[in-house]
């Protein structure tokens, strides 16, 4: 007998027994006393480790590896190896299989000297992942040799707070946290779809929200524009906008921009802006957003609405490409190279819109800014989707790339600014 | 044969207000043209002397026309034409 099971009361310790002596069921079957240096010693056997240069060595040639740090997170904090997971080692069973799925990806477990990363090797190896290493010395020894190494951004502890439910997903992290914080996303229209796109941007933690507007806020727009409030009709509308929006997030810069989106200020509005999401309600300025995009190398999430009908897309010009790591599109003239004459075209103050529909088609524009900033999942480049509110139907349409394309085609013939009132005027 | 062809909220009016419509045709040009047969006006909205309108585009199942064959686009049994007109609002 020996182990915890000596162990029931407190100030009962057994004499001559060392705390350390813990009960082990190890993978040699059946139950044995072991003692903490059995134990380690055990686990290194059976636990591949691979040394800091290799580990280095994988980093720099690009391999896919996880690399998985066990420590604290305050440990985390201070420093870790480029790209490096953080998984401290006593929530490893519990959140493994939600940060890594795959039980055959490769695995590089370190923490500050080797020891943890080994135990935390084994325990990994028991939950059934194959290819699971163990780096030897670990993370104090790394920044002694002056290996590359990464600080997470810093993050204040309410902010930790308040993103928490993000922070708790892989695919965001405190790093992407950061990111976010980080990021600048210009809202065409604080209308139907800039209401909600803007309200969960700015939830989200979207650093710096930019609002084009020249209006002001009128009773028949609270129908659906959720933004603003009875109390503020008259205000401008993205006066009301930046009270919604500060009172929900004080994390955010919001900028409001009294103006209509014109070809003589569209170079500084998009400014350094990161992406632009479009929620105008009319053609001249969703043909001169999409030039612009071209132009000056911006993603545009378009959307857009008519009576119970939507349609949203991502435009990434190859001029955007290289910055989000994607591939680039087709863009707005691709799709539709000429507006309709203005007697073919109704706007929803002439034929109506069901309130809810913006609301759809903004979330989903706000969803698609938000992995593009983040660098995550599949944008809907050169995919429309179509949502019909009656028939409760989403489908998805395939959109090319025009070669012939006036302004991102081969051979581009509109190179500048056009007179976009005079295009959409034809009829 | 009959081929299923969704109508946007913008032509509604043209269809007695059915979402859905069929008409018969080997492409898709022949399909408008029966399309007009039964819904005047419709072919006008959709087409011109160049082809269809560049503010339309027409689908077969995920393709747009404009990318296939345009109105020479063959249909066959099962296909489905959507019709996704520009819109703007917002």
Same mark, same amino acid.
Request: charged residues 15%; contains cysteine.
């Given at each position: 007998m020996s182990g915890l099971s000596g162990v029931k009361t407190p100030g009962k310790w057994p004499v001559a027994r060392t705390p350390l002596e813990i009960r082990y069921n190890g993978c040699n079957g059946g139950t044995m006393a072991t003692t903490y240096t059995d134990l380690i010693a055990g686990v290194r056997k059976r636990t591949k480790e691979v040394t800091l240069d290799e580990v280095k060595r994988r980093l720099e040639a690009k391999e896919p590896y996880v690399l998985l740090d066990v420590r604290e997170k305050d440990e985390f904090r201070a420093g870790y190896i480029p790209g490096a997971i953080s998984l401290p080692r006593g929530f490893l069973e519990i959140q493994v299989e939600q940060k !890594?799925?795959?039980?055959?990806v490769k695995i590089v477990a370190y923490c500050a000297g080797g020891t943890r990363s080994a135990l935390a090797a084994a325990t990994l190896a028991e939950l059934g992942y194959t290819n699971v290493e163990t780096a030897n010395p670990g993370f104090v020894r790394w920044k002694d040799l002056g290996y590359p190494q990464e600080k997470p951004p810093e993050l204040t502890d309410a902010q930790r707070d308040r993103y928490s439910r993000h922070i708790l997903l892989p695919e965001v992290g405190e790093v992407g946290q950061s990111k976010l914080l980080q990021s600048k996303v210009l809202l065409i229209g604080a209308g139907g779809l800039g209401s909600p796109a803007a309200l969960y941007l700015a939830a989200a933690g979207v650093g710096t929200l930019g609002l084009v507007d020249a209006d002001v806020v009128d009773a028949s727009n609270l129908q659906r524009q959720i933004l603003h409030a009875t109390s503020r009709v008259g205000a401008f509308k993205v006066d009301s906008a930046e009270k919604t929006l500060r009172d929900l997030n004080p994390d955010v810069k919001v900028i409001g921009y009294k103006e209509r989106l014109l070809s003589d200020n569209v170079d500084r509005l998009f400014g350094d802006y990161d992406v632009i999401v479009d929620g105008t309600d009319n053609f001249p300025t969703r043909y001169l957003v999409n030039d612009a995009s071209v132009f000056l190398g911006k993603p545009v999430v378009h959307g857009s609405i008519f009576r119970f009908d939507g349609q949203v897309t991502t435009f990434l010009p190859e001029s955007a490409a290289k910055k989000f790591g994607v591939a680039s599109g087709p863009c707005y003239r691709c799709l539709y190279p000429e507006p309709p004459p203005p007697h073919l075209a109704p706007s929803c103050q002439e034929?109506?819109? !069901? %309130?809810i529909l913006p609301g759809i088609i903004g979330v989903v524009q706000a969803t698609e800014a938000i992995k593009l900033l983040l660098g995550q999942g599949e944008p809907l480049i050169g995919r429309l989707l179509t949502y019909d509110s009656l028939k409760m139907k989403f489908r998805e349409l395939r959109l090319r790339k025009d070669p %012939? @394309?006036?302004? @991102?085609?081969?051979?581009? #013939?509109? #190179?500048s600014y056009i007179d976009y009132e005079g295009f959409c005027a034809i009829g | 044969m009959a081929t299923k062809v969704r109508i946007p909220a913008s032509l509604r009016t043209l269809t007695g207000g059915k979402d859905e419509v069929t008409a018969a045709g080997d492409t898709v040009g022949a399909l408008i043209e029966d399309l007009e047969k039964n819904h005047p006006g419709i072919k006008d909205r959709l087409v011109d002397e160049k082809g269809v309108r560049r503010f339309v585009n027409l689908y077969v199942g995920e393709e747009d026309v404009r990318f296939l064959?345009?109105?020479?686009t063959p249909l066959k049994a099962g296909d489905e034409i959507s019709i996704v007109p520009a819109i703007a609002g917002g």
């Open positions: !890594l799925p795959d039980k055959n034929a109506g819109v !069901l %309130g %012939g @394309c006036p302004v @991102c085609g081969k051979n581009p #013939t509109i #190179t | 064959d345009g109105l020479g």
